[in-house]
């Protein structure tokens, strides 16, 4: 399960759609489709804690990382899917089956024409 193809890249844009959340990193795309939890470290704009679906500034805590460059990624089948940006920001959803609402959590496009579309 690789996405390192979004380090480095800026977060571009956050779609929230009815159930499931999209991200766009200049080209490569990842949908999820268990909401992620946000760590916002000291000093952000927002204020420091965490974040997760359904509380107030959810949404703020992840769009506020639009233009922030990606740092670091990971990714542990039946663990967590982690994206780290370089404000020391964090967003983790989990991929432990048990947490899945559906057949699937994640799907990964790498933005590179013939790619195939990674799903976990």
């Given amino acids: 399960m690789d996405i390192s193809a979004i380090e480095g890249e800026e977060l571009s844009s956050v779609t929230f759609v ?7 990193f200049n080209g490569p795309g990842l949908t999820l489709f268990i909401w992620p939890e946000v760590f916002v470290p000291a000093g952000a704009q927002i204020g420091e804690g965490s974040y997760a679906h359904g509380e107030p500034g959810y949404r703020d805590a992840m769009c506020l990382q639009i233009g922030e460059p990606v740092e670091t990624t990971s990714a542990e089948e039946g663990g967590a899917l982690e994206i780290k940006f370089e404000n020391g920001t964090i967003f983790r959803t989990s991929l432990r089956e048990e947490d899945y609402e559906g057949p699937e959590a994640v799907h990964f496009a790498s933005g590179i024409s013939g790619d195939p579309l990674v799903v976990f």
């Fill in 18 to 24: 009815q159930d499931y959340v999209q991200f766009d």
